[in-house]
């Protein structure tokens, strides 16, 4: 691989996941209720970055439809209940929202 497609492809990356990181931590410490974060997220990288800030998984992912929309039920380290949507085929853009029980 060229070595600047090399370069491109892990700055891309290490934006994202800074974009990704930034997110949460607006919605974690309340700046934020609600964010839409588009359709060019990466599932593989949005988990990683919620494993990494410490974001635990509460309830499994749910998918419906044709074109696997999900919901994801997450709680924030400063337990928030948040509500992560997007679709695993390009469908519905990912947002990321807290919700109150």
């Not at 994202?16 to 599932?43: F, H, P, Q, V, Y």
């Not at 929309?69 to 929202?97: A, D, E, M, R």
Request: net charge neutral; proline share 3%.
């Amino acid at each position: 691989m060229n070595k600047y497609i090399k370069f491109d492809i892990e700055n891309a990356k290490t934006y994202m996941k800074l974009a990704l990181m930034n997110s949460m931590n607006n919605i974690d410490i309340g700046n934020e209720t609600s964010i839409d974060l588009g359709r060019n997220i990466s599932w593989n990288l949005f988990y990683y970055c919620l494993i990494k800030a410490g974001w635990k998984l509460d309830r499994e992912i749910e998918i419906n439809g044709p074109e696997y929309n999900f919901l994801s039920h997450w709680i924030s380290p400063t337990n928030k209940k948040v509500i992560i949507s997007g679709s695993f085929y390009c469908g519905q853009p990912y947002k990321i929202s807290t919700y109150e029980i």
